[in-house]
T-cell receptor
Framework: NAGVTQTPKFQVLKTGQSMTLQCAQD?????MSWYRQDPGMGLRLIHY???????DQGEVPNGYNVSRSTTEDFPLRLLSAAPSQTSVYFC??????????????FGPGTRLTVT | AQKITQTQPGMFVQEKEAVTLDCTYD???????LFWYKQPSSGEMIFLIY??????QNATEGRYSLNFQKARKSANLVISASQLGDSAMYFC?????????????FGKGTKLTVNP
């Protein structure tokens, strides 16, 4: 049981490049989400998904795309990287079921630098 | 308007003493949940404790307890008998339903330093 995995751990991009941050979970969780963490800002929700085929925007969605074709995977795409997207990105999942633990399980994070 | 407020950017405590980290929240949803997470310098997010809005008793997990005062909309984390390994960032977060979907909103965090 690997929990939530993220790849890569570190990435450096040039402005304008595109890339996909990968996230996978093996807990059969319906709810998955992406956050970015910037100094002094806490974690901010980018996009989330309540199940395969269903995604929605969070607090800071601009510049990012997501899709959820399977329960296990929730990739985050940067279409045209900008220096403002330099951040640490966390993927998280939870069962999201009423009456069950609401704990969100976080991946180890991806540290992205855009130059 | 900020939904989760952590007013202490940094806190210091002596080893073996208790410390309280403050968290206030704002929601009109009667059903919500409150979390505390620990983030050590290694960067991972570690779940500590959860309190549901309908829970009658304060949540406890080992040395962690959540002082839930619903009328005051506060959910302070109490760490008893602090250890050096407790030095980390601590984040308060609230789960609420928005537009039919669950969302988790985080505060900006409190950096706790435990001194020997």
């Amino acid at each position: 049981n690997a929990g939530v995995t993220q790849t890569p751990k570190f990435q450096v991009l040039k402005t304008g490049q595109s890339m996909t941050l990968q996230c996978a979970q093996d807990m059969n969780h319906e709810y998955m989400s992406w956050y970015r963490q910037d100094p002094g800002m806490g974690l901010r929700l980018i996009h989330y998904s309540v199940g395969a085929g269903i995604t929605d925007q969070g607090e800071v969605p601009n510049g990012y795309n997501v899709s959820r074709s399977t329960t296990e995977d929730f990739p985050l795409r940067l279409l045209s990287a900008a220096p403002s997207q330099t951040s640490v990105y966390f993927c998280a999942s939870s069962s999201g079921l009423a009456g069950v633990s609401w704990e969100q399980y976080f991946g180890p994070g991806t540290r992205l630098t855009v130059t | 308007a900020q939904k989760i407020t952590q007013t202490q950017p940094g806190m210091f405590v002596q080893e073996k003493e208790a410390v309280t980290l403050d968290c206030t929240y704002d929601t009109s949803d009667p059903s919500y949940g409150l979390f505390w997470y620990k983030q050590p310098s290694s960067g991972e997010m570690i779940f500590l404790i959860y309190q549901g809005s309908y829970d009658q008793q304060n949540a406890t997990e080992g040395r962690y307890s959540l002082n839930f005062q619903k009328a005051r909309k506060s959910a302070n984390l109490v760490i008893s008998a602090s250890q050096l390994g407790d030095s980390a960032m601590y984040f308060c977060a609230m789960r609420e339903m928005q537009g039919g979907s669950e969302k988790l909103v985080f505060g900006k965090g409190t950096k706790l330093t435990v001194n020997p």
